[in-house]
């Protein structure tokens, strides 16, 4: 339980004789008080500075000051304090008046007594002034802090009669209106903002309103007094009291956030486009690799293969007619038949995929580098990480290693290269793939829809990966490759 203030009590009074006998009357009250006596007015002004007193007795008559004058200085520096004059000379007539003027009240030494009571009385007045004014600060502050945060998220307040007149309405509905706040407001103006095609939607919920007592968040669209269309959320519910029926609510300015949802389904909607498109274009990439490997086996079969054949034929033909010949013819036809095998078997090697999980990734890729070196006449340099790359799955392993293929088809038939690098590393869980050449170069820009790049590109998106190409016109290539790394337990 809390304890009981000692009272910080200013004595003005310069009588030795008068001091002590009102010093006795506040002892006998029982009063808990610390005294703080002076006699002068300079004493009185730092006395009112340093102290900072609860109530102040006054002498009414003092040499060269008194109580009128040290009322007035108590005003200026601590207005809220009560003061009481304590004196024996004021007429009744006088105390009135200053009593009028602000003095909290009066007593007269002849009658001691009642200086208790005014005392308390006096405390308790100010102590409710005090209260009151926190109470009515602490309200002004809410009422600040209430128009702040409504202003901040855009949402005024509203309370409406049964029959359509404003109650009360927060600044901030106004300021959502464009509308000036001395201009008044009521269901019918507010109605004249909402746009036509959406009033019947805030009609219908508040006849559900009256009807059922239940409300609903309605939307529906404005036009500001400053022409601006806006759009509205608004909830509401039904108010009854001893006075009647009056609904309550808020209307939100949610433009932003409706402009926000529509900006983002229209990029949901452009990412599925560009999604499906793309999807079109691997399609495409993939059928026309299809196409492209099918001709060139097409004319594999035709201009190397097919003659081949067609050569061994004549010379079998040949041999049933000429009998001193049939030896010979026998052994060109065996390495015609020889030569058309190795055809077929390295048509077949560049068709079917390398057995990944017998030789790897690395291992497959160097017989691809030898196979090429025996037909082409530039330098390939090949630097990898074996070991990292093993563990990864066959499937990505495949896409790679058709990646550095593809690659290489490209280089042959376009590049005129002297050199190859080739990078393979795997680093933080992530793949790359680094192949460059010193050949003739091209503008990415113009070659980026052949079926080549094409192919590589759809394969690397299979595993979300990306694909840079560097190159310019008598630069060379590079083509980078970054994909995750897909480990085989995973898959």
């Not at 009112?48 to 007035?72: N, R």
């Not at 959502?176 to 746009?195: K, Y």
């Not at 759809?458 to 840079?468: M, V």
Request: aromatic letters at 6%.
């Amino acid at each position: 339980m809390a304890t009981a203030k000692t009272i910080k009590l200013l004595i003005l009074e310069h009588d030795e004789d008068d001091l002590e006998l009102l010093m006795y009357e506040l002892k006998k009250g029982a009063l808990d008080f610390e005294p703080r006596i002076v006699g002068t007015k300079n004493g009185f002004i730092e006395a009112l500075k340093d102290l900072t007193p609860d109530i102040i007795l006054s002498d009414y008559s003092l040499p060269g000051f008194d109580g009128i004058s040290a009322f007035q200085l108590k005003q200026q520096i601590c207005p809220d304090v009560p003061f009481i004059i304590v004196s024996g000379t004021i007429g009744e007539e006088n105390a009135v008046e200053l009593i009028k003027n602000g003095v909290t009240d009066y007593s007269i030494k002849d009658k001691l007594f009642t200086v208790i009571p005014k005392i308390k009385r006096a405390l308790k007045e100010a102590n409710e002034r005090r209260e009151k004014m926190e109470t009515e600060q602490n309200l002004r502050n809410s009422q600040r802090q209430l128009a702040e945060a409504q202003r901040i998220s855009k949402i005024g307040s509203w309370e409406l009669s049964e029959n359509g007149e404003m109650i009360s309405c927060s600044d901030e509905l106004y300021r959502i209106l464009d509308r000036d706040i001395d201009s008044g407001l009521s269901f019918e103006i507010f109605m004249q903002f909402v746009h036509p095609d959406d009033r019947p939607v805030i009609l219908e919920a508040r006849e559900k309103a009256v009807a059922t007592d239940t409300t609903e968040v309605v939307q529906f669209r404005i036009t500001s007094q400053a022409g601006i269309e806006k759009c509205i959320e608004a909830r509401g519910s039904q108010r009854k009291d001893a006075t009647g029926i009056s609904f309550i609510g808020t209307c939100q300015d949610i433009t932003e956030k409706v402009k926000a949802e529509q900006q983002l389904a229209n990029y949901s909607a452009q990412i599925a486009r560009e999604r499906l498109e793309s999807q079109r274009k691997l399609v495409r990439a993939s059928i026309e690799g299809q196409e492209r490997e099918r001709a060139e086996i097409g004319r594999e079969l035709h201009d190397n293969i097919n003659q081949i054949l067609a050569v061994t034929k004549a010379y079998v033909e040949a041999s049933l007619h000429e009998k001193d010949l049939q030896e010979e013819l026998a052994e060109r036809s065996i390495k015609n038949l020889q030569l058309a095998i190795n055809e077929i078997r390295k048509i077949s090697k560049s068709l079917v995929p390398p057995v990944m999980d017998k030789n790897g990734l690395v291992d497959s890729v160097q017989d691809l580098i030898e196979n090429i070196r025996v037909v082409n006449p530039f330098a390939i340099k090949f630097l990898y990480e074996k070991e990292q790359l093993r563990n990864i799955t066959s499937q990505q392993q495949l896409a790679l290693y058709r990646i550095v293929q593809e690659q290489f088809n490209n280089i042959i038939k376009h590049a005129q290269a002297h050199h190859v690098n080739i990078e393979l590393f795997e680093k933080n869980n992530f793949i790359d793939l680094r192949i460059q050449d010193d050949g003739k170069g091209f503008d990415p820009k113009e070659r980026r829809r052949g079926v080549g790049l094409s192919n590589i590109l759809s394969r690397i998106e299979l595993f979300d990966g990306k694909l840079e190409v560097i190159s310019s016109k008598g630069k060379g290539c590079t083509l980078k490759v970054h994909v995750p790394k897909m480990s085989k337990e995973v898959a």
